[in-house]
């Protein structure tokens, strides 16, 4: 499989060169997987392979014709991405059917009906589909109707957050978490496009600490960042856990961000990822297979005396990241998530 960058999916690239090959790829998709392992990616790869005029054999973009080009450019007519506006919590109605202006006469909905410019087909991408919300009813005609040769990707996390008519609408498709030897392939690669080689033990160490997430490994080559990491999963070990501590740690590595949201948030979100991953080996007693990061796997073992305390701390985590989500208040999310770990620890210890 030659995807350009796109590492670890090769089943999932395979289904849609089968489908392409018989004439059946589908009209809505929807894909769901952790953050950071490529799937929007992997829709955009797959965009330009669709909207390519000259396909390789596997459903690889020829990286040469006019269509490429533009894809490449990201200027493809027929190629439509849109996703949540960093500063709102849902994906605006507007993006979707157009202003109250224009609707229905601008939009992603609006633009998919239109004829293709270049080829057959036109393919829309919608981001961050986890953030719908009341955009989602605009949506639905448009699922559940494609104009012929259209094909329109949801890209989300999890199929628990999409509405069930939408849910009903696409065709689900599954992304897993990339295993660490891809992630650290994809790293490496980057180091070298950016000439700026980064050297093999940090490699390794960043590749088996993001969990399967590229967007988590690219964030841990910040040395800052991998540090708290490391101090999160200390302090997490300790008992009983001070949840006020932990708290005024985590605030002053968020602060060291900047006053910009989009880097505060990514800080507090991968110290809610690496905690999360804790308390899911300890909740489901898979300790055993985080051996590969020996810090990780000492932080779990300490919950493991109480699986409800950590399955109580697993639901505080999501919810926590849900908040984050949503844009919620950064130091509220960090105050409201440090009490709850305190609360299952104390369960423990009685
Ligand atoms: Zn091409």
Known sequence: ??????EGHDAIAERFVA??????VAGAYLFVGPPGVGKGAFALALGR???????????VACGRCGSCVQAQAGSHPDIDVV???????????????????HRMREGLCWRILLRPSVGERKVAVIMDADHLDEAANCLLKTLEEPPL??????VGTSIERQLPTIRSRCQLIR????????????????SHAADSPVDAATL?????????????ARLLLDPEITAFRGRLLELL?????HGVDLARELIAFVDAAGKEAPPRRARLRIVLESALEVFRAAATGAVGRATGDPELARAAQAWTANVDAALAAVDGTLDALGYVDRNAHISVVIDAWTAILEEPRLARLS
């Open 19 to 24: 489908a392409e090959a018989n004439g059946r």
């Open 204 to 216: 390794d160490a960043c590749s088996r600490a993001a969990g399967g997430s590229l967007s988590r």
């Open 49 to 59: 392979s669709l909207t390519c005029q000259a396909p390789q054999p596997g459903l």
């Open 175 to 190: 992304f897993a978490p990339l295993p660490a030897e891809k992630v650290r392939l994809v790293l490496e690669r980057e």
């Open 237 to 241: 070990s300790r008992h009983p856990l």
């Open 83 to 101: 996703r949540k506006p960093d500063e709102r919590s849902t994906i605006p109605i507007d993006l979707l059917i157009g202003d109250t202006a």
């Open 149 to 154: 040769g259209a094909v329109i990707i949801l």
């Open 1 to 6: 499989m030659a995807w350009e960058g796109i």
